[in-house]
Every structure is written in structure tokens, then in C-alpha cells.
């Protein structure tokens, strides 16, 4: 082998390794690290850098537009509210409109069964003499016609709504505001004149009851004819004295003289009706 390498003509060459055991690794100084980080933020804190001072008109102007900001807010929000109370008005004019034609519709219908009340109430009287002489189909005809009071119910859907929730302060139209009142505070006047004079037919039913024998009379109109009925010359009373049968006669006077007067508070009530609905329509341009 040493044969080879001595005529292979390369002698192997030593190359001697001083590597230090430990190696120590470079420390910078604190001195070299602070002037680095304060190249690094040097830009910031440049006494060279240019510097502007805000004047009076730069804080003027940022001001007004502060202000402007703030003022085109409290406007577009003062226009949307008025907007939403004023979409609020007109759909309580709406309403309004809309109960007021149900009552004049049901003022209409009323005013038909009044008129063909007071007319049997009329004929009793004419009639009433008769009473204690025998059957007499009108008589006792337009006795039936008097049991009942036909009451007006008033649609105040609207004006409840009004009133509870402080609605009547969007009604801005003082003609229209007036009328709605106005109409509001016959109509409570004229249900209380109604409720009186329900009380009084109410009394007037009892009296009936206690001299004319209903009963009686109905059983035998299933089993004769008004002609044998009227042969018979039967009345048909309970009582037949003339202090209660004159008690009765008073109390149909008195109820002649009150129905009238509905009768015309009727009129007057459906006349007030179709005014406000006018208004109304007028007023908001409603069709």
C-alpha cells in the first residue's frame, strides 16, 4: 500500500484543526443597541420634521362641520317623526270616517223602527177608551209594537283610541279636532236621554204586565179567529179599574212625549254625523 501512494506522486498532506473548545458569541454593546433603536424610531420624534400648529380657523371649521353633522341629523329625524305623526292623523281621520258612516247606517235603521213606534203609540191613545170594552186587534196590535226600545250603540272605536292614547293631540287641524269633540259630546248627551227612557219602558213593560193578560189572549188567538175574538167582547185584562187602567193612559202619555223627543234628538244626531263626515273629507282630502 505504501508502494501505491508513493507512485501515485501525492504525499497526504496534514492540515492541523486549532478549533476553540467554546466559542463566545459577540456581545453588542448597550451603547450600540440604544443608537440602533433610536434609528429605528427616529422618524417619530424627529426634532427636524416638520411640525404645523392648528390656528383658529382649523378649529373653527371643524366645528361647523361638527355642527352641521349634528344639525342635518336633528333634521332628517324632526322629518321623520313629523312624517310618522302625520301618516298617524289621517289614518285616525280614516277611522273616524269609517265609524261615523256605521252610526249614521245604524241612525238610519233606528230612525224607521222609531217613527213606526211612535205611530202605534198614537194609535193606543186614540184607541185607548176602547180597552175595557172587548178585543180589538188594533189596539192590541200596536200594544206589541211598544215592547221593546230599539238603543243606539255608538261606534267610538276611534274616539277611545283618541282619548286613552293621547291621540287627539296629532288631530293638528283645529276644524276637524272641533267637530270630532263636538260630535263626541252630543252623542254622550243623547245616550244618556236614551238610557232614561229605556228605564221608563222598562217600567211601562211592568205596568202592561199587570193589566193585560197576555197569556190569555195569545192562547186563544191559536184556537179562534179575530172575528170570534171580537164577538166575545172579552178585554182581556188583568185589571179593569179605571185609577190603574188611568195610570196606564198617563204612562203612555208620558212615553208619547219622550219618544218624540228621541225621535228628533235622532235626526239631529244623524244630521251632526254626515256633517263631521263631510268635514272630515274635506279637510284631508279624503273620497
Known amino acids: 500500500m505504501e508502494e501505491n501512494k508513493k507512485d501515485s506522486g501525492f504525499e497526504e498532506e496534514k492540515i492541523p484543526l486549532n478549533i476553540p473548545s467554546t466559542v463566545e458569541p459577540v456581545q453588542e454593546s448597550t451603547e450600540t443597541s440604544t443608537i440602533q433603536n433610536m434609528e429605528v424610531h427616529h422618524h417619530a420624534h424627529d426634532p427636524a420634521a416638520p411640525h404645523h400648529k392648528k390656528n383658529w380657523k382649523s378649529y373653527f371649521w371643524e366645528f361647523l362641520m361638527l355642527f352641521l353633522a349634528v344639525f342635518c341629523g336633528f333634521l332628517a329625524e324632526y322629518q ?119 228605564r221608563y219602558w222598562e217600567f211601562l213593560t211592568f205596568q202592561r204586565i199587570g193589566i193585560i193578560d197576555r197569556q190569555l189572549l195569545e192562547k186563544e188567538l191559536k184556537s179562534k179567529t179575530v172575528e170570534e175574538l171580537k164577538l ?48 272630515l273629507k274635506q279637510e284631508y282630502h279624503l273620497k
Open 232 to 279: 166575545n167582547s172579552k178585554n182581556y185584562l188583568l185589571a179593569n179599574d179605571p185609577v190603574t187602567l188611568g195610570k196606564f193612559r198617563n204612562s203612555i202619555l208620558e212615553l208619547q212625549t219622550y219618544h218624540h223627543n228621541t225621535v228628533e234628538a235622532q235626526k239631529k244626531l244623524f244630521s251632526k254625523a254626515v256633517e263631521l263626515i263631510t268635514i
Open 80 to 198: 321623520l317623526e313629523h312624517k310618522i305623526e302625520s301618516d298617524r292623523e289621517k289614518e285616525y281621520i280614516q277611522s273616524m270616517v269609517e265609524d261615523l258612516q256605521k252610526d249614521t247606517s245604524q241612525v238610519f235603521g233606528l230612525s224607521k223602527k222609531l217613527i213606526k213606534i211612535e205611530k202605534s203609540i198614537d194609535s193606543i191613545l186614540m184607541y185607548f177608551e176602547d180597552l175595557h170594552k172587548g178585543f180589538d186587534p188594533v189596539m192590541y196590535r200596536n200594544l206589541n209594537a211598544i215592547y221593546s226600545f230599539p238603543i243606539f250603540i255608538y261606534t267610538d272605536r276611534t274616539m277611545q283610541q283618541l282619548k286613552n292614547s293621547g291621540g287627539m293631540r296629532l288631530i293638528k287641524n283645529k276644524k276637524a279636532a272641533d267637530g270630532i269633540l263636538n260630535y263626541d259630546a252630543f252623542v254622550r248627551k243623547y245616550q244618556n236621554n236614551d238610557a232614561y227612557v229605556q
